[in-house]
């Protein structure tokens, strides 16, 4: 990442972080050990999935891995956490994104309840949107989505509730509760919303369609 004079990018906001930790991995890759000495507390990080293959379709450049590693660095130096995920990756099988994810954001609770405060953590879940000239746009075309070609019907939508054609009805409206759920969002406590995830959330998805 090159920083660049007069420019004020993300690129250059985050540039200090990866160089003050020592590494050469993006910076959510990386500790946060350095950086919380200097006075950091809050970061906010576009994990946006919990699958595998879905990192990989969009060039995340990223493993699961790295994403419980920043949140275990983020609840051990008391810095609070906002990730953002997204679900309905054109090509991906939605039951099984959605499976993964749901479940590498219940285990970031279990790491800040475990090691520091779930009110210190906080989710962005919404739906990939197919934007023109991105590299999964022709592939959103292949699999059923119908071109948009005015900017009235490009304005007439939210990326919280934009419902392409490959998420089912059942992936969708499941996705929306869960993110209701949240502890984040409705104030849950840990033991609450766990009984909520293991009697409601795994039975559901349970008897969604491949």
Not at 5 to 23: F, Q
Not at 162 to 178: I, M, R
């Amino acid at each position: 990442m090159k920083k660049q004079a007069g420019n004020s990018s993300k690129g250059d906001t985050v540039h200090p972080l990866k160089r003050k930790d020592g590494a050469s991995a993006p910076p959510w890759r990386c500790g946060v050990g350095a950086p919380a000495k200097t006075g950091l507390r809050e970061v906010f990080i576009g994990f946006e999935s919990g699958y595998q293959p879905s990192l990989d379709a969009m060039g995340k450049g990223a493993s699961v891995d790295h994403i419980l590693k920043c949140t275990h660095s983020c609840a051990e130096h008391d810095i609070d956490l906002r990730g953002s995920f997204m679900v309905g990756i054109p090509g991906i099988k939605t039951k099984t994104e959605i499976t993964y994810t749901f479940e590498i954001m219940k285990q970031m609770i279990d790491i800040f309840h475990e090691k520091s405060d779930i009110t210190k953590l906080d989710f962005l879940l919404s739906f990939f949107v197919p934007y023109p000239g991105t590299p999964l746009y022709q592939k959103c075309i292949e699999v059923g989505f119908s071109q948009l070609t005015s900017l009235e019907e490009w304005g007439d939508f939210d990326q919280f509730d934009f419902h392409t054609p490959w998420v089912s009805n059942s992936c969708y409206e499941l996705t929306k509760k869960f993110r209701e759920k949240l502890p984040c969002n409705s104030g849950m406590s840990y033991d609450k919303w766990g009984e909520y995830y293991q009697s409601a959330v795994r039975p559901r998805l349970a008897r969604i369609e491949p």
